[in-house]
């Protein structure tokens, strides 16, 4: 079993930066892929980013890719997503998830879920 714990949500203007966090406990944090989803009021839940077990791959939807990255201290079992320029189209709950056999973009995969961090983007 592994839990997760999101951080670092709150209000920012257009054009602003936040940095989430997610903090792990349980297994061993290293043997598992973390990744980040969000989900905008009456939308379906996205993938934003992965990052893999150890050599730290990256992969990034494209809505994402060159504002936001996603990087991992696994002697802190914490995974962050670092979010610049962000939009309003940014606003979401954000979503901390981790996955045992799998590296990707695709949440049914993902075998372990926090509870979300709300992120709201002001125009």
């Known amino acids: 079993q592994v839990q997760l714990v999101e951080s670092g949500g709150g209000l920012v203007q257009a054009g602003g930066s936040l940095r989430l966090s997610c903090a792990a406990s349980?297994?061993?944090?290293?043997?598992?892929?973390m990744g980040w989803f969000r989900q905008a009021p009456g939308k379906e839940r996205e993938f934003v980013a992965t990052i893999s077990w150890s050599r730290g791959s990256t992969w990034y939807a494209d809505s994402v890719k060159g504002r936001f990255t996603i990087s991992r201290d696994n002697a802190k079992n914490a995974v962050y997503l670092q979010m610049n320029s962000l939009k309003p189209e940014d606003t979401a709950v954000y979503y901390c998830?981790?996955?045992?056999?799998?590296?990707?973009?695709?949440?049914?995969?993902?075998?372990?879920w926090g509870q979300g961090t709300q992120v709201t983007v002001s125009s």
């Open positions: 349980g297994r061993t944090f290293s043997n598992y892929a």
């Open positions: 998830a981790a996955a045992r056999t799998y590296y990707g973009p695709y949440e049914s995969r993902y075998d372990y």
